[in-house]
Structures are given as structure tokens and as C-alpha cells.
């Protein structure tokens, strides 16, 4: 995350608006001196800021977070969804830590599903004193066989320490049964955000989560996903 590219990239938007510090932070409800703050590269707008100068500039929250307008091309509906979520669980991360600790250096890693019948976006941030997890957009993709369906899914995020099994989120329930479709219509609803997560194990970055999934098919029978999670540094920053 480029501070001084960011501060560089409002104050090109504010000149091409034609405002003054003094307005622009008139319409954030903030302080000029906040303003200054952001263009010379010491501080970032928190998320409901980046909203709203997302608004105000008619940029999206990503443009902002990279410094830069991003070029237009068409992807596949999937592959935008999974990088504005991606953009948006960074920026959320970003601004929480930095919010509770101005001065310290935090880490950012990706999570790896281990499961080739499934993948997910998760990011799992941490430094000496705390750590925060976000998963989201759990998707079923094995195209070698065709998409189980289900009436009920329920999905619990925990992790193992010393062979034993600590829960720490869960999502849905086997008793609220639906209509028979297929498993991703109820995955994709599925998020686990952890704020402040304690981890029992002694890595920083905490390699021992798992997500079970439970589903019940049509015929009340229960099917069961273990989806091992590996923690992915090449993104830490």
C-alpha cells in the first residue's frame, strides 16, 4: 500500500474538481489539516471516507486504494467480484489496524484453500499483538463431476491445536432447510469476518484454520467438505 501514491492521486482529483483543501474537507466532515495529511503521503481516509471520496470523485474504492484509474477491460463476472472483494477486505483490514495502531508495521497474507474442490478469498492480517480474518465468496468448482446440491449448508470455520478442534465462527444451519439447489447458491452468502482473532497455535500467522461444510441433500442424507487452509506470505507487505 503506497501512502504517497494514494495522497498523490486525491490531490489530482481534488485540482481536476477544482477544490480546496478547505473544501473537500468541508464535504467529508473532516478537518483540512486531515486533508493535507492524506495528500503528503502520512495517513490514509478510513473506509467510510474512501467511500465517500469515492463518490465525490466518481472513482471506485480500488482506483483510490492503488493511486491510479484502472484501464478498461472486460473479465469474467467471477474474476471482477473475487478482486473488488479482495480490494475491499484489504482496505477494511488496512484502515482497522492502522486506525488502533498509527505507528505500527502490520502483515498481510493470503489464505489458500487446500481443497481443489472449492476456493475461496480470505486474507488474514497480523503483527506481534493481534490478528484479524476475513473469508468470503466460497465457491464450489470441481468441473470433473457435476455440482452436488443441497436443502441445508452449513458452514463452521475452526482451527486445530494439539489435535483438538476450537470453533471459531460459524454460518447457516442443517435445521433450516431450503429448496434442493446446488451448494454454491448458500456458500456464497457464507462470511467469517474476526476481528481480534486469538489463535492457539505459536505461528503469527496462525496456519492451522479449517472450514467444514455439512450439507443435507434431498434425501436427509449429510454430506461432509473439510477445506484445510494454508496461509500464502508472498503478499505480506
Known amino acids: ?22 473544501e473537500l474537507a468541508s464535504r467529508l466532515h473532516v478537518t483540512a489539516q486531515a486533508v493535507s495529511k492524506w495528500e503528503n503521503g502520512r495517513g490514509v481516509p478510513d473506509i467510510e471516507l474512501l467511500k465517500k471520496l469515492s463518490e465525490e470523485f466518481d472513482v471506485s474504492i480500488s482506483e483510490l486504494i492503488e493511486g491510479e484509474k484502472e484501464s478498461k477491460r472486460k473479465n469474467k463476472l467471477g474474476l471482477v467480484i473475487s478482486i473488488f472483494l479482495i480490494v475491499v477486505v484489504i482496505v477494511i483490514l488496512i484502515i482497522v489496524f492502522w486506525v488502533r495502531n498509527n505507528d505500527e508495521t502490520f502483515n498481510f497474507s493470503s489464505l489458500v484453500c487446500q ?22 465468496n466460497i465457491h464450489y468448482c470441481d468441473e470433473s463431476v457435476e455440482e452436488p446440491t443441497a436443502i441445508a449448508v452449513e458452514c463452521i ?16 444451519s442443517l435445521d433450516k432447510m431450503g429448496e434442493n439447489v446446488l451448494i454454491s447458491n448458500y ?3 457464507v462470511e467469517f469476518n474476526i476481528d481480534d482473532y486469538e489463535c492457539g497455535c505459536d505461528s503469527t500467522t496462525c496456519s492451522n484454520l479449517h472450514i467444514r ?15 484445510p487452509l494454508s496461509v500464502d506470505t508472498t503478499c505480506s507487505d
Open 213 to 227: 461444510i455439512n450439507a443435507l441433500n434431498s434425501d436427509n442424507e449429510r454430506v461432509t467438505y473439510e477445506i
Open 157 to 172: 470455520l475452526y482451527e486445530v491445536v494439539d489435535d483438538k478442534e476450537k470453533e471459531i465462527a460459524s454460518y447457516g
Open 115 to 136: 481443497n481443489d474442490s472449492f476456493s475461496i478469498n480470505g486474507v488474514i492480517a497480523y503483527d506481534n499483538a493481534k490478528k484479524s480474518v476475513y473469508i468470503s
Open 1 to 22: 500500500m503506497n501512502q504517497e501514491k494514494i495522497g498523490k492521486f486525491i490531490y489530482d482529483l481534488r485540482k481536476k474538481y477544482n477544490l480546496t483543501q478547505a
Open 187 to 189: 456458500l456464497r452468502n
